[in-house]
């Protein structure tokens, strides 16, 4: 494919990871680097092309909380699973969260016994499906970081322009910030550095984590989805660390701008308010770091239109998702692990989706410690 | 470079023991826990491997049916072998590019048989029909059957019809089962097949999942692939008059050729290694699976298929895989190892190793 072969050239991986080998030699004081990727979209890439296996032992990723799929908490699924049981209502949604659980079930479990569940790739198919069945009631289940809001935002904008009055939003858009905060916070944090999230920032550009190597004195380097942006990042962090440096850097400028999108800025702005507060999977309560409908929108927010149980269901007391999401433990080091919390069963966030930490950790766990017989067999 | 201690390691090895306990339960085939079917037990994966044995397997039980192989294959008193394969087709829409339910209805159960070592000679067809289907569209679908099974060389020699209320079903569903002849001394199998084996498939991976999903519509893309249905035949017996070793045969359908390899791995207690640049991928269909964060590894395919020959004969398989205008793509995509057992590995084409586990539910597209 034309410009995407281009970063996925192994002959250029090899110069990255031997420039990656020959930085971090020695690690941090003996140690390995920490670094965590932020977002769920670099976990996917890490894993697809097998990223992990590349790198030196003296660089170790750390699988963050940016999998908007994984930190829906379970009051919220139940909430959405209320909502597509109402009668007359065609409950949209992304297909990741088909399959995520609330308390007692999934939405795909809902679809089963017989919810009008649909899946849709955007959201403003949804909002077709309603000018479509005017009849119905379509409920879009909104989620994601500031990179999916403003197509939410969009469609409201033209929900309202088009007087569809048979659609609304339950909004669960979450802000990057944060759960950035959050970990940073914490005392047991052992990171080094940050790869930083390129499509969030594509939004809100780079500016917002001014914070990272200022406050809290951790390099952060935004990057992009394919395999050499994350190497790419990665010698950057580590230069950072070789020069003396601690700064916010941009590898994935061919596509973030310093000063983000202001035009979808604007229309966040326009449709969005921050929420007091909002509870994460695996991290509880942040402040300020979700995002509902303004009042002017209160027509199509199903929050306000629909009677929701909105019940907070706690994490499992055994789950350890935050100290994983923190890189304070191993995934291997939860109680639950591989016994009650599996990928067929999960129970915490890091579990839920194919990128979180532990299910992660699942599948490979084994090929980590194979790997070097391996990586010689083919090299 | 200098040494660096990984993180100290756990004093009571429980790293080991905690990876253990996850390998031992990766080995047991996936337990139902479901209380109602959800399309994720009709993907191919886990939940259908899952939904098989707790449900159907549990309850039929016998030496046939427990391979669970695309078909059985039975021995008549006189010696004879047949292979009895069946399957329902249910696809949306009922025509796309490169065929259509009709022709897939055919393909599907023929290629069932092909792959099990047999020459499909009969098949039976069952018709469930919503009320208010054109009739012609009907005939059209029939048209389709009856040219698709000429050109793979079968009857269809009995059928049944029925028709439901309207909502009851969507249009058409069609089911097809079939018989086959194996010829004498002829044996494929898992247990057959050996570390340093070749891993072969016929052709580009993906073609029929994305042609489908892309004539769905309702993804607002367009790209030029059509699904890649046809029959396995003529080219299941070209494989084995070049490659009599051939240890096994699979036709990586739904799921892909991603599940197929986990269920080599795991029915022959080997590991199976691809190498992801030797797996033949359409531009369009890499693109389109790209685009929606699906792997093409377990896009489904119509008419392909998988095989595992003996090192020494890959040449030749690959030769006479590739002289047959079905084969034309074919590549040799990976081998056999011992270890790491019933695992199938990815080398990436980025240089990276990866496992490619079963799915455990649908592929649904990621939202980033």
């Known amino acids: 494919m034309k410009f995407v072969d281009e970063y996925r050239d192994p002959a250029a991986a090899r110069v990255a990871v031997r420039r990656i080998t020959e930085l971090a030699d020695g690690g941090r004081g003996g140690v390995p680097y920490a670094f965590m990727e932020i977002c769920g979209g670099h976990t996917h890439t890490i894993y697809r092309h097998g990223i992990e296996q590349l790198l030196p032992e003296t660089v170790e990723l750390v699988h963050g909380p940016g999998c908007p799929v994984c930190v829906i908490p379970m009051g919220r699924v139940d909430d959405a699973i209320a909502l597509a049981e109402q009668p007359g209502v065609v409950f949209t949604s992304f297909g990741d969260m088909m399959r995520v659980p609330g308390s007692r079930s999934s939405l795909l479990e809902a679809k089963a016994r017989g919810a009008d569940v649909r899946m849709v790739y955007s959201p403003l198919d949804a909002l077709k499906i309603a000018q479509a069945n005017p009849d119905k009631r379509v409920v879009f289940f909104a989620v994601g970081f500031e990179t999916t809001a403003p197509s939410t935002a969009v469609t409201l904008l033209r929900a309202r322009e088009a007087g569809v009055t048979n659609f609304s939003v339950f909004s669960n858009h979450v802000t990057i910030v944060p759960p950035l905060t959050a970990i940073l916070d914490s005392p047991d944090l052992r990171l080094d550095g940050f790869l930083g999230p390129g499509h969030v920032s594509t939004v809100i550009g780079n500016r917002p984590y001014q914070f990272v190597p200022q406050r809290y004195g951790k390099p952060l380097v935004t990057t992009g989805f394919e395999p050499l942006d994350v190497l790419q990042a990665v010698v950057m962090l580590l230069q950072q660390f070789a020069d003396g440096r601690c700064e916010v850097e941009n590898q994935y400028n061919r596509v973030v701008a310093d000063e983000g999108n202001p035009i979808a800025l604007r229309i966040l702005e326009q449709v969005f308010t921050v929420r007091p507060h909002f509870e994460w999977r695996g991290l509880g309560t942040l402040a300020r770091s979700a995002l509902a409908l303004r009042g002017e929108f209160a027509a199509w927010d199903a929050e306000r239109l629909f009677d929701l149980p909105g019940v907070r269901v706690a994490d499992p007391k055994a789950c350890q998702c935050g100290e994983v999401l923190k890189g304070a433990l191993k995934p291997w080091e939860c109680k639950v692990f591989g016994t009650a919390c599996t990928p067929e069963t999960p129970i915490g966030t890091c579990m839920v989706s194919s990128e979180g930490a532990c299910a992660a950790y699942y599948t490979f766990g084994r090929l980590h410690r194979t790997a070097p017989t391996l990586a010689a067999a083919s090299s | ?368």
């Not at chain 2, 429980?14 to 306990?21: F, G, N």
């Not at chain 2, 990766?26 to 109602?36: A, H, Q, S």
């Not at chain 2, 021995?75 to 004879?80: A, K, M, T």
């Not at chain 2, 070209?238 to 240890?247: F, H, S």
Request: charged residues 20%; contains cysteine.
């Open chain 2, 1 to 368: 470079m200098t040494t660096v201690d990984p993180r100290p390691p756990a004093p009571d090895g429980r790293q080991e023991l905690v990876l253990d306990r996850v390998e031992a339960f990766r080995r047991r085939r996936p337990r139902l826990t479901d209380e109602v079917v959800t399309l994720a037990h009709g993907a191919g994966g886990k939940a259908s491997a899952a939904l098989v044995d707790a449900v159907f397997l549990e309850a039929f039980r016998n030496n046939a049916l427990e391979p669970l192989g695309d078909g059985a294959v039975l021995s008549l008193p006189s010696g004879e072998r047949l292979a009895f394969s069946t399957d329902s087709y249910v696809v949306k829409p009922r025509r796309f590019p490169g065929g259509s339910i009709g022709s897939l209805a055919v393909h599907g159960t023929v290629n069932d048989l092909a792959v099990s070592g047999a020459r499909p000679c009969w098949l039976s067809a069952a018709f469930v029909v919503e009320e208010g289907l054109p009739v012609a569209e009907l005939s059209a679908l029939v048209a389709d059957m009856a040219e698709a099974a000429a050109h793979a060389g079968v009857a269809i020699v009995t059928g049944d019809t029925k028709v439901v209320d309207k909502g009851a079903a969507d249009g058409v569903y069609i089911t097809t089962a079939g018989v086959g002849i194996v010829p004498a001394g002829r044996r494929l199998g898992p247990e057959l097949v050996r570390p340093g084996d070749a891993v072969l498939v016929s052709g580009t991976m993906g073609d029929h999942g994305v042609a489908v999903m892309l004539a769905r519509g309702d993804l607002d893309l367009e790209a030029d692939v059509e699904s890649d249905t046809a029959p396995l035949g003529e080219l299941v017996e070209v494989l084995l008059a070049a490659a009599p070793g051939t240890r096994w045969l699979r036709d990586p359908t739904r799921g892909g050729v991603g599940t197929v390899c986990n269920e080599l791995a795991a029915d022959a207690g080997c590991a199976v290694v691809l190498q992801e640049a030797a797996v033949p991928v359409r531009r369009a269909v890499g693109g389109a699976c790209d685009l929606l964060g699906i792997d093409p590894l377990y896009v489904a395919n119509e008419g392909k298929l998988v095989a595992v020959v003996p090192a020494e004969e890959a040449c030749a398989a690959l030769a006479a895989l590739r002289g047959h205008p079905l084969g034309a793509d074919a590549a040799a995509i990976g081998r056999i190892a011992a270890e790491p057992e019933r695992i199938v590995l990815l080398e990436t084409s980025f240089g990276g190793t990866r496992i490619v586990d079963m799915l455990v539910g649908d592929p649904l597209p990621r939202i980033c």
